[in-house]
């Protein structure tokens, strides 16, 4: 009967029927969206329970963050913007001769493909894909200043701008191309390696290719070069065989990642020392941030549930030991899986995640001062990767796990036994992007002669 009222009501009066409905309609969204956010308040993210034993406690993923960020990043982005506008070189900061001769390729030592096949052959330049000229680009960039390498809609990329320059090189077929479909007069640039947002390149390598005669090397190394002074650099320029891919045909890539130390760190800690490992209790010590960074935050470390930590925690870390444990991974071939992020489900197992290092080192540096800067270099830990691959963001995440791992006075295999993890919150999150640096890609075999750090 009521059902039957309603129907007549609704027939009479159909626009409070409809008021009624809305109100109802927005009662139960307000009661869904309350529940939800009851739900995100109350969740938990629990901190991955370590079977290995270590002389400290690990810090959790949060304290892990607050850790990698609380120190003097600006200057190390200060460093990257000098060496990519020329004011300094790396051997400018290791001051050795290794790095002034041999550290990083140039193009007098090619792959013998490019070096034989720069000049067109004759017999094959007729048509198709062996008629176009393919140059070899090599690009510095200051990884802050723009929004990593892949080209995203508006959003200021490497990709982009250099594929802006590229576009006045173009062929009349691809530019009549572009023009019908209606998009902008671009070249198309092919890389070594993608770098996330903030990840500085000195010697990223990257090509395009033309069916036009007239395109010189030193056209385009004025075109880039005049689009973004200061922000990015060409190295060089070069006509190469028609057969080189910068990513396919590279052998291994180097990268370096320079973590600056705060007043105190790189000592060895005891545990009954009350100086090195202290109790984590509420204070007034909370970090602020200033300039981008946070001040004092290492006093307060936070637990994953949002309280304070009352259990002790490391608070220093020793470059020696974070060497002993990079040490262990080199000449293996290895599954990174747990120390890659943002990959695909079908990636996490099998050859796709694994990778190969050559060479892994870590020392103690300091950067060059300012020229108008009397006082001392800031110090710094300098770690240096090279491999024949790289997962996205893995020497973000192996870097903070080293340091979580040796601040927590893990065995020399603790990263070993991380491969085997089946969660990757067992590795730190990712440490910084301002600390790392593309530093070079090379096309022969790795000479551990050539590494920055002996």
Same mark, same amino acid.
């Given at each position: 009967?009521r059902?039957?009222?309603?129907?007549?009501?609704?027939?009479?009066?159909?626009?409070?029927?409809?008021?009624?409905?809305?109100?109802?309609?927005?009662?139960?969204?307000?009661?869904?969206s309350?529940?939800?956010?009851s739900?995100?308040?109350?969740?938990?993210?629990?901190?991955?329970?370590?079977?290995?034993?270590?002389?400290?406690?690990?810090?959790?993923?949060?304290?892990?963050?607050?850790?990698?960020r609380?120190?003097?990043?600006?200057?190390?982005?200060?460093?990257?913007?000098?060496?990519?506008?020329?004011?300094?070189?790396?051997?400018?900061?290791?001051?050795?001769?290794?790095?002034?001769?041999?550290?990083i390729?140039?193009?007098?030592n090619?792959?013998?493909?490019?070096?034989?096949?720069?000049?067109?052959?004759?017999?094959?330049?007729?048509?198709?894909?062996?008629?176009?000229?393919?140059f070899?680009?090599?690009v510095?960039?200051h990884?802050?200043?723009?929004?990593?390498?892949q080209?995203?809609?508006?959003?200021?990329t490497?990709?982009?701008?250099?594929?802006?320059?590229?576009?006045?090189?173009?062929?009349?077929k691809?530019?009549?191309?572009?023009?019908?479909?209606?998009?902008p007069?671009?070249?198309?640039?092919?890389?070594?390696?993608?770098?996330?947002k903030?990840?500085?390149?000195?010697?990223?390598?990257c090509?395009?290719?033309?069916?036009?005669k007239?395109?010189?090397?030193?056209?385009?190394e004025?075109?880039?070069?005049?689009?973004?002074?200061?922000?990015?650099?060409?190295?060089?320029?070069?006509?190469?065989?028609?057969?080189?891919?910068?990513?396919?045909?590279?052998?291994?890539?180097?990268?370096?990642?320079?973590f600056?130390?705060n007043d105190?760190?790189?000592?060895e800690q005891?545990?009954?020392s009350?100086?090195?490992?202290?109790n984590?209790?509420?204070?007034?010590?909370?970090?602020?941030?200033?300039n981008?960074?946070?001040?004092?935050?290492?006093? #307060? !470390?936070?637990?994953? =549930? *949002?309280?304070?930590? &009352?259990?002790?925690?490391?608070?220093?870390? %020793?470059?020696?030991?974070? @060497?002993? #444990? !990079?040490?262990?991974? =080199? *000449?293996?071939l290895? &599954?990174?899986?747990?120390?890659?992020?943002? %990959?695909?489900?079908?990636? @996490?197992i099998?050859?796709?995640t694994e990778c190969?290092?050559?060479?892994?080192r870590?020392?103690e540096?300091?950067?060059?001062?300012?020229?108008?800067?009397?006082?001392?270099?800031r110090?710094?830990?300098?770690?240096?990767?090279?491999?024949?691959?790289?997962?996205?963001?893995?020497?973000?995440v192996?870097?903070?796990?080293?340091?979580?791992?040796?601040?927590a006075?893990?065995?020399e295999?603790?990263?070993l036994?991380?491969?085997?993890?089946?969660?990757?919150?067992?590795?730190?999150?990712?440490?910084?992007?301002?600390?790392?640096?593309l530093?070079?890609?090379?096309?022969?075999?790795?000479?551990p002669?050539?590494?920055?750090?002996?």
């Amino acid at each position: 009967m009521r059902t039957v009222i309603s129907i007549m009501l609704s027939l009479c009066f159909p626009t409070e029927v409809a008021r009624v409905a809305a109100a109802a309609a927005g009662k139960a969204f307000r009661r869904l969206s309350m529940e939800s956010q009851s739900r995100a308040e109350k969740k938990v993210y629990v901190h991955y329970n370590h079977t290995d034993s270590c002389k400290f406690a690990r810090w959790t993923a949060k304290e892990s963050y607050e850790f990698m960020r609380a120190r003097p990043w600006q200057d190390v982005v200060d460093f990257y913007s000098d060496i990519v506008s020329g004011r300094l070189t790396l051997s400018d900061f290791f001051g050795t001769e290794r790095t002034r001769t041999s550290s990083i390729h140039n193009d007098e030592n090619e792959i013998p493909e490019v070096e034989a096949g720069s000049v067109a052959n004759e017999d094959r330049a007729g048509s198709g894909r062996w008629a176009r000229a393919n140059f070899k680009i090599v690009v510095s960039y200051h990884g802050p200043s723009f929004d990593g390498w892949q080209k995203q809609p508006d959003l200021n990329t490497v990709q982009g701008l250099v594929e802006k320059c590229l576009g006045s090189f173009v062929d009349e077929k691809r530019a009549k191309l572009l023009k019908e479909k209606c998009k902008p007069l671009e070249g198309c640039a092919l890389v070594a390696g993608r770098t996330d947002k903030g990840v500085t390149a000195l010697q990223q390598v990257c090509s395009f290719y033309t069916w036009r005669k007239d395109v010189k090397p030193s056209d385009i190394e004025d075109a880039i070069n005049s689009a973004a002074p200061g922000k990015i650099r060409v190295i060089s320029v070069s006509q190469v065989s028609r057969v080189f891919h910068p990513n396919f045909s590279a052998k291994w890539r180097r990268y370096l990642y320079i973590f600056p130390l705060n007043d105190g760190e790189n000592r060895e800690q005891s545990i009954d020392s009350e100086v090195e490992v202290e109790n984590f209790h509420t204070s007034n010590n909370v970090g602020k941030q200033s300039n981008g960074c946070y001040e004092n935050i290492e006093n #307060l !470390l936070i637990n994953d =549930e *949002g309280g304070f930590g &009352s259990h002790e925690k490391p608070r220093n870390f %020793t470059i020696c030991r974070v @060497n002993l #444990l !990079l040490q262990r991974l =080199e *000449g293996k071939l290895l &599954s990174y899986k747990t120390f890659a992020r943002d %990959t695909k489900a079908s990636r @996490n197992i099998g050859p796709p995640t694994e990778c190969f290092i050559y060479h892994a080192r870590a020392t103690e540096a300091t950067l060059p001062c300012p020229v108008n800067d009397h006082g001392e270099g800031r110090k710094v830990m300098c770690v240096e990767l090279v491999a024949n691959r790289f997962l996205r963001k893995m020497v973000r995440v192996l870097v903070a796990t080293l340091v979580r791992e040796a601040a927590a006075g893990a065995d020399e295999d603790a990263l070993l036994k991380l491969m085997d993890a089946t969660c990757r919150r067992a590795t730190a999150p990712p440490a910084p992007p301002e600390g790392l640096c593309l530093v070079d890609v090379g096309y022969t075999n790795f000479d551990p002669q050539n590494s920055l750090i002996p």
